[in-house]
Structure formats: structure tokens, C-alpha cells
């Protein structure tokens, strides 16, 4: 793994021109390019706005918007880094098997791009959070460790699904099915409290109520992650990082001829 | 002279499966109930050689022996299931035309593209566009997108940038059987340049010529195995010896079976038609394996149902990828045919000596009617047969031209 590792240090351009393609191509033939990108997640920002403080009422949340921005953002990166990056080495298989280079550069792109969407939606959102919750700078510092904690989780992930991918077609339909079940178990739209006391346990197994909370502490109430709460989520991304990428460089031996 | 070689390979195995039927989804692999059915057989099987920094190795064998997949394995586009590949240095590899490109791309911009897939920066990249675009002659496309270009175009593109990134090895498959004449002499110049360079080359070949003139060395792979490994001249004789047999036995086989036919002739409502064909030797044996010198006799039958006045009978002879490589008539060749009654009878076109490089042709057939303006009978493509290297050691263009060598001194 060392040895792949240091050999990935080489292929910084092609990962570069990955990026600009993955970005690129969402963006390409119109000038409201970035603001297409932004329209998916808006619009799931106000329905389930309407739906959880207008009809269902979800209470003891302050303000719902910001609420649900704070958990939403992190899992919107994560779900679509998912599902985009699951596919690419299914989408470029010409080239697999034709030209070699570190084929993890592909799903790592992918991630990359989707978390830079995440950025630009953060900035977005960012006067709004502002306006109404105020911001604590320190605060938000804390949440630079915990952002690379999630890229590294989200980038193992899709690592490891792109390459589960070739050889099971049907993964990215279970993907879809296997997130929105996620998107539930994870306390996004509701907050913990509403939570049985006895089901909290469980929640908190689940990385993405750490990492929806993390970010829900410093954007809603302006408070600093804890040294213990940034090295649990730091944790997470190393471990799964390496256990993700271990699997991945032992199935992408095969995936020339899988393919 | 001991160097660190470039290559190693040690007692390489790939497996590869043939389904019959084939597994995808995660639900039928979990629920087991049908398994994916299938074979394996060893493409590469127990291959084992290394090669020296400067040291050029041709690999032949016939199709399906394993050696595409031995040069996909040294690029690491396939990994091995057992043994071991050790390749040192930057590895560049050209294993089909346009791999790694986007259509969509300009040359340029696919230069970097492309630059960047064998590990280069931008930086590396920029100064050597302007001598990868010259190289590969596409100054004035340089700016297009590349699938507007031809197959040679994409060739040239690509040997070039492969050539150009600076790599220790260059592994090239077949490749260069599409760019003109003149571009595949630039590039065996620069293969030249590289090897004194004093770096490594692996060529895959079916072009024996090339493999004896430019490789140091040769591998005869044979089912995925090694037959025979060294000097290119003797391991390539005796290929070529084993598969003429083979050939000229297949041959005899087909005779008595009576001749391979690609076509059968169709009855028409014509007073004429062509009833068949047949390939002759010197001895008036029907085969369909000349080798070249040696005569051959073309014969086509006809069978006429009323008399015809003064036809005429064309053959075209056309290279396996169409080319036309010559094309008579019996009018052209002074043959008065005169009256056919009715019945059969046969006209012959004589070739002596066959000049044909070795290869497998085509014969297309022809019958006109006396004005030589309508065609009463045609057959395509009729029959197919193959020249080995008789009386003539040229195997590259297109036939045979009789000539002498000679030599004078100032």
C-alpha cells in the first residue's frame, strides 16, 4: 500500500485533470452552470423545510432552515460522492483497459469534486447562517479537521463501491435504496432529542450522526468541535480510508477483464 | 557487460475465464442458487524472460497465444494470478491506436491528457507539445477535435506522444501496421534512437520482417507458453516452417474434401454463368497454398445453356484487407475466346512465377458479354488462398518485383 501510495504522488495532474472534468461537465453550456448545482440541494432544502416546520413540525430545533442545513449539507456531499463515484470506473472502462494508471485517481476525483460543490453550497448558505445564528470563527475553525475526516470517509466509500461496482452491476441500484435508508437512520431531518432514549446508542454507531452533529455544533450553536469529537471523526476517515483502499488495490488486479 | 535488466518476468501465469453464463449482479451472487458457469484457461502460462536496458524483443505466435496478453501484463493493464513482473523505470505503452483519448479533444489537449495518464505534470507536458504535434505531422490539426481524424492520424498522435514522454520502456502492439509507409520509417528511426538510447523495447508483432530486422531478440509464444526464445532470424524460420506445414497439410485436407468456396455460384436466367473455380499448381494440382515463384494456374468453369458470342473473363486478385493487388482480362491478355457453344468449358489465367508477398488473397471473377460493357456473371471474393515465401525472401509491400541486387565502388 506504501509502495501505491507513493507511486499515487506521480499522477497529481491526472488527478487535477480528472477534477476539472468531473466539475466541468456539470457545469458546462450555461453561465448559471454552478447554480444548477446548487438547485438540487435548495430544493430539497425547502421541501423538507416546508414539510418539517410547516406540516410535521419538528420542535425544540430553533430555526428549522438552518437546522437542517447543518446536518443536510455534509450528507448531501456524502450521498452524491457515493453515487457519482461509485460509477466511474464502470463509466470509464475504455480506458482501463487500455492505458494503466492508479485507477483509485478515478473515484478520488469524483469526491473531490463533489466536495468542493459541498464548499461552494457552505458559502452559500454561509451569509444566511450568519444572519441568523451570528458565527464564532474559532468554531468554525474546528470544522476544517472534521470536513477532511469526511472527505477521507466519503472517498474510501466510493473508492471501495466503484470497484464492488465491476463486479456486481446491480451495486448502484442497492446504493440508491442503501442511502435513503441511511439518510433516515441518520438524525438530519429530525434532531436527536426526538430520538428514543434507547435507540441513541445505535444512532451514534452511525459516522454520519457524528459528523451531521459536528457540523450542526459549529453552524447552529457556534461551538467548537471537542479534541475528542475531531479525533473520533478523524479516526473514522483514517480507518476506513485504509481498510477501503487495502480492498480496493486487491479487486483492481481483475478489473481489466471484468469490465 | 552486466546491467540491472529493465524487465524481469518470472514464471508469469494469467488465467482468464471464458463464461458461459455470466454473473453481474450482486442478488444472483448472494443467493447462489445459479452459479456463473464457466471455464478457465491459461492465456500466459509459466512465461519466464527478462530483457537489458537497450535490448530490443520482438514477440510473435499466433493469434490467441497469449502474447497481447503478456504486453498488457508488463503495462500493468493486467495483473498476473501467479509470478512475477518487474519492470523498472517509466513505462510507456502503445497497445492499440486511440487508446486513452478523448474524442472530443483537440490533439493538444489530448497530449496532455494523455501525458498526464503516464504519470507526467503539466509542467513536463507543456514543452514538448509543439515536437509531439510535429512528430506526428498534425501541425495544421493540431486544434481539432480528434475524432475527426483518420486512423492514421490517431496512430501517428499516439506513437508519438508515446515516444516523446521521456519513458525507459516502450511497449508497442501492432500498432504501426496503420500509419503510411513513411511515418512507419520514422518511427522504427526513432525506436532506433531510443534503443541506442540505451532503453528498453518490447514489440508485438504478426510482422515477422520487422521482428527479424529490428529485434536483438525474439519470443515464439505458442498457447500462452514459451516455444522458443533467441536470435530472431532462427526462431522465426522455424516458425514459419511449422506453420507452412500445418498449412499446406490443412491444404491437402481441403482437397479432398473437395475446394473451399466462399461464394457458391447463383443460377441466373443468363445464357452463362460461372460454374466454379479452382487454384492449380505446375503438377495440375488444385490447392489453395502457393508459395510465391513457383506458377499458378487460375481456372474459372463456366457452363453455357445457349451459345454465347465472344465473352470475355476478368480476374481481380485483392489483398485479405481489399486492396487490389492486380487485375486482367482475357480480352486485355490478347485471349480471343471466340464462340462458346453450348456446355462447359474453362479459361486460365496463368501467373508464372506467382509474385506475390506471402499473405492470403482473394480471387473476384468476371464474365462480360462480347461488347465487354455487361456483365453476364460476376463472383466476389470467390476463393481464398494463401502464399507462403518460396523463391522470394521480400514479405513487405505489396508483390514481388523481379529485380537483382548489385554493387560498385568508385
Same mark, same amino acid.
Given at each position: 500500500m506504501i509502495v501505491a501510495l507513493r507511486e499515487l504522488t506521480d499522477y497529481g495532474y491526472l488527478f487535477r485533470t480528472f477534477l476539472r472534468r468531473d466539475l466541468s461537465s456539470r457545469y *458546462?453550456?450555461?453561465?448559471?452552470g454552478i447554480l444548477w448545482s446548487l438547485l438540487n440541494p435548495l430544493a430539497q432544502l425547502a421541501t423538507y423545510s416546508f414539510v418539517f416546520s410547516?406540516? @410535521?413540525? @419538528? *420542535?425544540?430545533?430553533?430555526n428549522y432552515p438552518v437546522f437542517f442545513v447543518g446536518g443536510f449539507v455534509p450528507w448531501f456531499f456524502f450521498s452524491s460522492a457515493l453515487i457519482l463515484g461509485a460509477s466511474t470506473l464502470v463509466q470509464h472502462s475504455a480506458l482501463i483497459e487500455k492505458v494503466y494508471f492508479p485507477r483509485v485517481v478515478l473515484p478520488l476525483s469524483m469526491t473531490s469534486a463533489n466536495l468542493i460543490n459541498m464548499l461552494i453550497a457552505l458559502l452559500v448558505a454561509f451569509p444566511y447562517i450568519w444572519w441568523t445564528q451570528g458565527v464564532a470563527p474559532l468554531a468554525l475553525l474546528t470544522l476544517i479537521p472534521a470536513t477532511v475526516a469526511l472527505f477521507l470517509f466519503a472517498a474510501a466509500l466510493a473508492s471501495l463501491l466503484s470497484v464492488v461496482m465491476v463486479y456486481f452491476r446491480d451495486t448502484e441500484f442497492l446504493i440508491g435504496i442503501g442511502l435513503n435508508v441511511w439518510f433516515y437512520a441518520t438524525p438530519i431531518v429530525y434532531p436527536m432529542s426526538a430520538v428514543p432514549e434507547r435507540l441513541r446508542p445505535w444512532m451514534d454507531a452511525n459516522p454520519m450522526t457524528l459528523f451531521a452533529n459536528a457540523y450542526r455544533q459549529v453552524l447552529l450553536d457556534g461551538h467548537a468541535v471537542s479534541f475528542r469529537g475531531l479525533a473520533i471523526l478523524l479516526a473514522i476517515g483514517l480507518v476506513s480510508s485504509v481498510a477501503c483502499y487495502a480492498v480496493f488495490l486487491r479487486l483492481e488486479g481483475r478489473i481489466a477483464e471484468e469490465l | 557487460m552486466t546491467t540491472e535488466p529493465t524487465i524481469v518476468v518470472e514464471h508469469v501465469r494469467k488465467r482468464f475465464r471464458l463464461y458461459h453464463r455470466r454473473e453481474t449482479t450482486l442478488k444472483a451472487a448472494l443467493l447462489r442458487r445459479n452459479r456463473a458457469q464457466f471455464e478457465e484457461f491459461w492465456a500466459v502460462d509459466d512465461v519466464s524472460f527478462s530483457v537489458q536496458p537497450g535490448e530490443t524483443l520482438g514477440i510473435f505466435g499466433r493469434n490467441g497465444s497469449g502474447k497481447s496478453t503478456m504486453l498488457k501484463m508488463l503495462a500493468r493493464i493486467l495483473r498476473p494470478d501467479a509470478g512475477e513482473i518487474a519492470v523498472n523505470g517509466r513505462v510507456s505503452a502503445l497497445l492499440e491506436v486511440g487508446a486513452g483519448f478523448h474524442p472530443e479533444y483537440t490533439a493538444v489537449e489530448n497530449i496532455f491528457l494523455s501525458g498526464a495518464i503516464y504519470g507526467l505534470s503539466k509542467d513536463e507536458l507543456r514543452p514538448r507539445v509543439d515536437e509531439i504535434i510535429a512528430f506526428a505531422q498534425l501541425e495544421r490539426f493540431a486544434d481539432n477535435p480528434v475524432k475527426t481524424y483518420s486512423s492514421g492520424m490517431y496512430a501517428r498522435l499516439g506513437f508519438s506522444i508515446a515516444v516523446n514522454v521521456d519513458p525507459d520502456v516502450l511497449l508497442i502492439d501492432e =500498432? #504501426?501496421? $496503420? &500509419? +503510411?509507409e513513411s511515418f512507419r520509417a520514422r518511427c522504427y528511426e526513432r525506436m532506433l534512437e531510443f534503443r541506442d538510447a540505451g532503453k528498453t523495447l518490447v514489440l508485438v508483432s504478426h510482422d515477422l520482417g520487422a521482428i527479424e530486422s529490428f529485434c536483438d531478440r525474439a519470443i515464439w509464444l505458442d498457447g500462452g507458453k514459451v516455444r522458443a526464445i533467441g536470435k530472431p532470424e532462427a526462431i522465426v524460420k522455424e516458425y514459419v516452417d511449422l506453420v507452412t506445414a500445418e498449412d499446406e497439410a490443412w491444404s491437402r485436407g481441403q482437397v479432398g474434401k473437395g475446394l473451399v468456396q466462399l461464394h457458391q455460384p447463383v443460377n441466373r436466367? $443468363?445464357?452463362? =454463368? #460461372?460454374s466454379g473455380m479452382a487454384l492449380e499448381g505446375d503438377d495440375g494440382s488444385e490447392r489453395d497454398l502457393f508459395h510465391n515463384g513457383e506458377p499458378m494456374r487460375i481456372r474459372a468453369r463456366y457452363e453455357a445453356s445457349n451459345p454465347v458470342h465472344a465473352p470475355s473473363v476478368e480476374m481481380t486478385i485483392t489483398r485479405h +484487407? &481489399? /486492396? /487490389?493487388v492486380a487485375t486482367s482480362s482475357s480480352r486485355i491478355g490478347g485471349l480471343e475466346v471466340g464462340d462458346i457453344l453450348e456446355g462447359t468449358g474453362s479459361i486460365d489465367w496463368v501467373l508464372d512465377p506467382l509474385l506475390l508477398v506471402p499473405g492470403s488473397y482473394y480471387v473476384s471473377v468476371k464474365l462480360f458479354d462480347q461488347t465487354g460493357l455487361h456483365v453476364l456473371d460476376e463472383q466476389e471474393r470467390w476463393f481464398r488462398f494463401q502464399v507462403r515465401a &518460396? /523463391?522470394?525472401?521480400e514479405t513487405q509491400g505489396v508483390v514481388v518485383l523481379p529485380a537483382v541486387w548489385e554493387q560498385s565502388r568508385d
Open positions: *458546462k453550456g450555461s453561465a448559471l410547516y406540516v @410535521i413540525r @419538528i *420542535k425544540n430545533v430553533g | =500498432v #504501426l501496421s $496503420v &500509419g +503510411d436466367t $443468363v445464357p452463362i =454463368v #460461372l +484487407d &481489399g /486492396a /487490389a &518460396g /523463391a522470394y525472401r
